[in-house]
Antibody, heavy 120, light 110 residues
């Protein structure tokens, strides 16, 4: 079954760290780029980060650049998001998504999301 | 980087056609044919509906179509059905570092 399953969300205090994981199954993980996208009721969908299929390039949205790190372990079919210096405004449902695009980003497979709540 | 602008809501009766707009700038939508649309039901993950302005992934009904004129892209839902009631988001990325989502449009089937 082709799917993505996120985990690692939880309730944390501002300034702390959290690592999200996304396990892929049912397809050749190493041949696809991968993204993290987050969603809040107030701001809708917001792109967080992308990592190339071979891990050679990573890019980040303005609001997380310098605090979050995206990485992948192809031997474990797993995508990660290391989130440091968390802020209240990072509270969101975090999705991982597969990208089949070559010239632009096209997210054709999404996980069910993992909830991150940052509160004091 | 500014987000893409969508109307917050749209509506139509069963069988009608509804168009949802997505306005960007001449640096993103206006300059590239890299516009996608996603459909999202409450409590569910988004689903890719349209990519590269007007292409449909396998399994997406041809009632869904996309177009672009200048800095504005549009998603048209023809022959509206009750199951089309959902949120719709547009995206555009002019380059690898600028991936933008629209604010989303809630489509209501009357």
């Amino acid at each position: 079954q082709v799917q993505l399953v996120e985990s690692g969300g939880g309730v944390v205090q501002p300034g702390t760290s959290l690592r999200l994981s996304c396990v892929a199954s049912g397809y050749r993980f190493r041949t696809y780029g991968m993204h993290w996208v987050r969603q809040t009721p107030a701001k809708g969908l917001e792109w967080v980060a992308v990592i190339w299929h071979d891990g050679s390039k990573t890019y980040y949205g303005d609001s997380v650049r310098g605090r979050f790190t995206i990485s992948r372990d192809d031997s474990k079919n797993t995508l990660y998001l290391q989130m440091n210096s968390l802020r209240v405004e990072d509270t969101a449902l975090y999705y991982c998504a597969r990208d089949f695009g070559v010239t632009d980003y096209k997210l054709d497979l999404w996980g069910q999301g993992t909830l991150v709540t940052v509160t004091s | 980087q500014s987000a893409l602008t969508q109307p917050p809501s749209a509506s139509g009766s069963p069988g009608q056609s509804v168009a949802i707009s997505c306005t960007g700038t001449n640096s993103d939508i206006g300059d590239y044919n890299y516009v996608s649309w996603y459909q999202q039901y409450p409590g569910k993950a988004p689903k890719l509906l349209i990519y590269e302005v007007n292409k449909r992934p396998s399994g997406v009904p041809d009632r869904f179509s996309g177009s672009k004129s200048g800095n504005t892209a549009s998603l048209t839902v023809s022959g509206l059905q009750a199951e089309d009631e959902a949120d719709y988001y547009c995206t555009s990325n002019a380059d690898s570092q600028n991936f933008k989502f629209g604010g989303g449009t809630r489509l209501t089937v009357l």
